[in-house]
């Protein structure tokens, strides 16, 4: 064959395997057999090795995945990945309709109901039909690129169908194993004696996050696309643009409703309350969206959620197991919880062999004695939580659980402050777990980002080699490869990923260094109004109550955090090593502060900008941007098809509407 010959071949077969794909995993109707399939495949990657010149990273060979062991690279998402509301009953949904039909009083209203799969989000970007990155969540902000990965996953397809697709493009979705794949595949791991995989989200969440996409290949991963984002997608609404996305090839929801008011949405709800369990993958509710793009617009978003969805989550369900003995854990600010170890039970599709048992009160209301029968349940979080005890089947001559009084990890006696409802142990300098956890959480992604380091930090410690997060900075390579897990390769990783660090700005440096009650939000606060650690150190409480947002009880926190000689030398040496520990300079200077105590409302559609582009300049320049209108606003900046009802109110409170180029000549130098 020559060359001509052999690529026209080559993109033969490419088109073959990509039709019998979309047949087998997306439409679940193959037309070929798999030995038919497999001889296609094998005749590709012969052909494909000989002539490397025509190799494309979206050949359906390249679904195989690869050896190479490389760690994700952070990709700021494009369009934020943001969280649903979550409903529990009807009334509730009755009150999101409300809200929906309240802001957009003259509009009929469509809803569209899916299921609410229980996996992993993702974003897959497709750029002239080619899958060409797909992100994970993250922190909602930036995700982990895992495009090697999910090119593994047959059912999601890495060239398009069709021609009426935008040339550039979002899809969002999630990532799932079914029960039949979560099953075998813990059955192989406790063959080969490695610890089970909790549930199925969770191997869909650890398989994603392997390093190696040759072990992903080798998983049955499977994916529902349920979002579409872009600006020159073909309708103006939802469930048109999923259909669309169908004929692209992709796997969208099967069981999609449009439901016109509240009765259809609970015989949705209520069907699949039901016949959740008959579903071969695990679903935790439903979602309930607004159909219409103008309308999802013009209802906007919270800061965490949009006001044009909302999901219904399922009752959780219950077990019945044997309580065996409870676990003391002590957590990185000396809280301590009880943890029951129970007798393995099956519930909602998975073994649950511990539960939560939250703290000393927990433990005497619920009555609870040594041996008792109990009932656990599973909550949002991964551990699952007892939630009652079965006193019909209590053995009379057993004790009631009394809760410790010394900390198991150092014999410290414990603290329990009024009105607070933890224990604590208040050896914060020499309890292990507090050390450790202390370093861990200045550590994590949200704070220094040192990568790797969060699962080396014991190892570390025990070494002797760290006490608190300043050593890290002085730590020397051939101390690091005394650690047992550390090699040339690891430890120089290691060592360019603390100095990396030190660019790490200083809002997430004071989220990092784990004062109590100083999380992300009101590091930012703090870093914005005082600008420097000294200046917080120097502030009294009456300076610190008056930011907005800062109570008594974080100014407090924040005193007691610098009094203590200890965290000042700390401070001192993070000084000294670099770290940033006040804003940067062009952070700080005046012509970012234009727009400082101006709160925005954005609405409708704009020329130049995106509606994130807007609210990332806003925010840039000192400003705040919120959802809806209230008398606080002080400007409402309005693009194209804004809603009547946000006109009328505007109008009302007299706030002053300005154009995108308005705005634009506000922020101009
Ligand atoms: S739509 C802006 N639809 O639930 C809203 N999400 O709690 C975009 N999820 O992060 C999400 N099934 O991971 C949507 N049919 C569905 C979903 C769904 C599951 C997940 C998704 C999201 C989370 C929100």
């Avoid at 959740?276 to 800061?303: C, H, M």
């Amino acid at each position: 064959m020559d060359k001509s010959n052999i690529k026209a071949r080559i993109e033969q077969l490419r088109n073959l395997l990509h039709h019998h794909n979309y047949q087998y995993y997306v439409l679940a109707q193959p037309q070929i057999t798999d030995f038919e399939y497999d001889i296609l495949l094998n005749d590709l990657i012969t052909l494909e090795k000989n002539n490397p010149e025509f190799n494309d990273p979206n050949s359906p060979t390249q679904r195989v995945g690869s050896d190479i062991n490389k760690e994700f690279t952070q990709v700021i998402h494009k369009y934020p990945m943001l969280s649903l509301g979550n409903t529990y009953s009807i009334e509730e949904i009755i009150d999101f309709d409300t809200r929906v039909r309240k802001a957009l009083p003259d509009d009929t209203i469509e809803y569209v109901c899916e299921l609410k799969y229980d996996g992993v989000a993702i974003g897959l970007t497709y750029k002239n039909g080619f899958l060409v990155q797909a992100v994970t969540r993250g922190d909602g902000t930036q995700g982990d690129d895992v495009t090697n990965n999910v090119k593994t996953i047959k059912s999601i397809p890495l060239k398009l169908s069709g021609n009426n697709y935008p040339s550039e493009f979002e899809i969002r979705g999630e990532i799932f194993l079914p029960h039949s794949s979560f099953e075998k595949m813990n059955a192989e791991k406790e063959a080969a004696g490695e610890p089970l995989f909790a549930n199925p989200r969770n191997a869909a969440a650890g398989t994603l996050k392997q390093q190696k996409s040759s072990i992903v290949a080798n998983r049955p991963l499977d994916c529902f696309l349920y979002f579409v984002l872009g600006n020159n997608l073909p309708y103006n609404s939802h469930y048109e643009n999923l259909m669309a996305a169908k004929t692209w090839g992709f796997k969208i929801p099967y069981y999609i409703t449009k439901c016109n008011n509240i009765d259809e949405i609970s015989d949705f709800i209520t069907i699949w309350d039901k016949k959740r369990n008959e579903l071969p993958f695990d679903i935790d509710g439903v979602v309930i969206k607004v159909n219409s793009y103008l309308q999802q617009e013009e209802l906007g978003f919270t800061a965490k959620s949009p006001r044009w969805a909302i999901s219904y989550k399922f009752k959780a369900e219950q077990a019945r197991t044997k309580l065996l003995s409870i676990d003391y854990q002590v957590g990185r600010t000396g809280a301590v919880t009880p943890v029951a170890n129970l007798e393995p039970v099956l519930l909602a599709g998975t073994t649950v062999k511990r539960a939560s048992l939250h703290n000393s009160d927990q433990i005497k209301l619920l009555e609870i004695h040594e041996n008792d029968f109990v009932f656990v349940e599973k909550g949002g979080e991964i551990i699952p939580k007892i939630v009652g005890v079965d006193q019909k089947t209590r053995d009379i001559n057993t004790m009631p659980i009394e809760f410790i009084t010394h900390c198991p990890e150092c014999g410290s006696k414990l603290e329990r402050n009024e009105g607070e409802a933890k224990h604590y142990c208040p050896n914060v300098y020499s309890c292990p777990p507090q050390i450790k956890g202390r370093i861990e959480h200045f550590v994590s992604r949200k704070a220094m980002n040192i990568g790797g380091a969060e699962a080396t930090i014991e190892a570390l410690f025990e070494k002797g080699l760290i006490h608190n997060s300043a050593d890290l900075y002085y730590l020397t390579k051939e101390q690091i490869l005394l650690v047992d897990r550390f090699a040339e390769k690891s430890a120089t990783n290691l060592i360019e990923s603390i100095e990396e660090s030190k660019k790490v700005p200083f809002q997430r440096v004071l989220f990092g260094l784990g004062i109590r009650f100083v999380g992300e939000t009101v590091a930012k606060t703090l870093a914005n109004h005082f600008k420097s650690i000294e200046n917080i150190k120097n502030a009294s409480i009456e300076q610190l109550t008056s930011v907005q947002e800062i109570g008594d009880r974080i100014a407090i926190s924040i005193i007691e955090y610098f009094k203590d000689d200890k965290n000042l030398e700390i401070l001192e040496r993070l000084k000294n090593a670099g770290i940033q520990l006040e804003v940067a300079q062009f952070e700080n200077n005046n012509l970012f502060n234009k727009l400082n105590g101006k709160t925005f409302v954005i609405s409708g559609t704009f020329e130049n900008h995106s509606r994130e582009e807007l609210k990332d300049l806003i925010e840039k320049y000192g400003g705040k941007n919120t959802g809806s209108i209230s008398k606080n606003t002080n400007f409402l900046l309005a693009g194209e098809n804004i809603g009547p009802s946000k006109l009328e109110k505007v109008q009302e409170l007299k706030i002053p509407i300005i154009t995108e180029d308005d705005f634009l000549n506000m922020i101009k130098d």
